[in-house]
């Protein structure tokens, strides 16, 4: 169902939510009473069968004090797909904690168990040219930038069994008019989510066998290892080898280690703090020595919901300072445009570009300028916003209307095939609360009680818009009194949304100690009846008007 058409629990048992045990069961058994099958005739049994069978569900349900916490966070979708919670005895936040870890591992099982399908295009343009040109040759030059490199690869990911993956991958890559390729595929074997071990072979410049293999030792150790051995020419084959230790303390701090056989030994130390993050990277050989350390600043303001701007400082001991400033911005669910601008001593003025739709990216990476200078900075800061600008304008905005109209056309659709439905079932209700009806009318004009005279639900100014709600107020009401809760009245029995989206109102009409009464309240607001403020005084008008 519709997020919004989903069955409301509380609403078809006519309870609160804060409601305590005993007031669920028994709203249970007097709902129950109404709908039992052996309460009806055979022509009347399965409809009966089919509404006894939401009262007990939504019983089942708020009985339960784990069902009751993940219904009331998550809804009906909740329950049916993390129902086991219930078998531990968990508080509040440690039941949100763990669904919605089990929501993220089946959804990385359901990635896993799919064929997945991954592309990747990358372009490097040189427009250093183009920040000097004047305006005789600006449009020249515009049309002729250079492309240093240009890279495209795709890869297919696919399950063998339940332990076994395969992945195949293919990548073309011409830089500086020197055209290359390899094909290169991999087996994984799972032995546990603790270990797996795989093998690769590449082929295109020579052959190069790979074995890997990966094994969680503690909760906070973890190690790899990888052995490579390459055909490059005929009577040369290079061999290599080496180990990697890592261990992550905390959520902040992670320490790698890694040995090859050509006594080397390199490492990476990361710590992360709220607003400073600091890379050491360091390497131990027989003939040279390296030690790298990187500080990062970052900066991110979120814009809107699905926008957000990033800056970032750094500084590294061999590349100098640089500054990352740049912007990201979700256009569907599944599709993100990112532009980022990199401005540093070594790596001078560069604009990336980013676009990734599910697990495909196509990436441009522009070289303003090898120093930095301001006029390659200006390039860099407003072509992407030119760019996006003119896309959103011309491509973007109808491509995401579109998409709307479509979303808009299909759920309409779906919620008038759901709309007959519930029509139907309330109907059959109703026909089903007759006998109960009657007696109950009868016995409260037996002692001058509370007689629901009409009822209508919906939305006021519009008859089609409009649904007679009599008879099941009529059955809702105990000892001479109707209490609604304060929830929308759409999903008590013999009730329907009329118009999805739309305001509506509960307008009741009522006899009490031979006096007419009226009242008339919005979809949500809560309501206890009989009440001395909706007298209608002779005239027409309410006591008190």
């Known amino acids: 169902r519709v997020r919004g058409m989903e069955d409301d629990y509380y609403s078809i048992l006519n309870l609160d939510r804060k409601c305590e045990e005993e007031e669920i069961k028994g709203a249970y058994r007097r709902q129950s009473r109404l709908f039992h099958p052996d309460r009806h005739c055979d022509a009347n049994k399965e409809s009966a069968e089919l509404n006894f069978q939401k009262i007990k569900r939504a019983y089942e349900v708020l009985i339960d004090p784990q069902l009751r916490t993940i219904y009331d966070l998550y809804g009906v979708q909740g329950v049916e797909s993390g129902q086991h919670l219930a078998l531990y005895d968990m508080d509040r936040n440690k039941i949100k904690e763990t669904f919605e870890r089990i929501q993220r591992q089946r959804k990385e099982k359901e990635q896993e168990a799919a064929t997945n399908p991954i592309s990747n295009i990358s372009v490097e343009l040189d427009a250093s040219e183009l920040c000097y040109s004047n305006r005789d040759t600006y449009i020249t030059e515009l049309f002729n930038i250079p492309i240093n ?166 500084y590294d001991l061999l590349e100098g300072a640089h500054i990352e400033y740049g912007a990201s911005k979700q256009l569907t669910e599944y599709s993100t445009l990112a532009a980022l601008v990199r401005v540093g001593q070594a790596s001078g003025v560069k604009l990336k570009l980013l676009l990734t739709r599910g697990q495909h990216s196509y990436r441009f990476d522009i070289i303003f300028s090898d120093v930095i200078e301001p006029v390659a900075v200006l390039y860099g800061t407003f072509l992407p916003v030119f760019v996006y600008s003119s896309l959103h304008w011309l491509v973007i905005n109808p491509y995401l209307n579109k998409l709307k109209a479509e979303e808009i056309a299909a ?119 009989p009440r001395q403020s909706h007298r209608i005084a002779q005239g027409g008008n309410k006591a008190g008007s």
């Open 149 to 314: 490199s240009f890279t495209i690869s795709q890869s297919v990911d696919a399950p063998l069994t339940e332990s076994n993956r395969a992945t195949v991958s293919c990548t073309a890559v011409n830089s500086n008019d020197i055209a290359t390729g390899l094909i290169q595929t991999n087996l994984r074997h799972t032995f546990s989510n603790d270990t797996w071990l795989e093998s690769g072979l590449t082929l295109g410049h020579g052959a190069t066998a790979t074995l890997t293999g990966y094994r969680k030792l503690t909760q906070f150790l973890w190690s790899t290892f990888r052995s490579q051995c390459s055909r490059i020419e005929r009577d040369y084959v290079q061999y290599s080898a080496g180990a990697t230790l890592g261990c992550n303390i905390g959520d902040n701090t992670v320490i790698k280690a890694e040995m090859s056989l050509d006594k080397t030994l390199k490492g990476v130390i990361t710590r992360s703090w709220e607003k400073l993050r600091v890379y050491l990277s360091y390497q131990i050989g027989i003939d040279n020595h390296i030690l790298s350390m990187q500080l990062v600043r970052p900066l991110k303001i979120k814009t809107t919901a699905d926008a957000h701007i990033e800056c970032s400082v750094k």
């Open 411 to 529: 759920k309409s659709e779906e919620l008038k095939t759901q709309l007959e439905r519930a029509k139907e079932e309330a109907k059959e209700a109703v026909n089903l609360m007759r006998p109960a009806y009657d007696r109950n009318v009868n016995v409260e004009q037996c002692k001058g009680g509370l007689v629901i005279v009409q009822a209508w639900y919906g939305v006021f100014g519009s008859s089609n818009k409009l649904i007679d709600v009599t008879v099941p107020i009529q059955c809702l009401v105990s000892n001479s009194k109707l209490i609604l809760p304060e929830h929308t009245k759409t999903g008590l029995v013999g009730f329907y949304d009329v118009s999805f989206g739309e305001e509506k109102q509960l307008s009741v009409k009522y006899r009490f100690r031979n006096i007419m009464h009226e009242v008339m309240i919005a979809d949500s607001d809560p309501l206890k009846i």
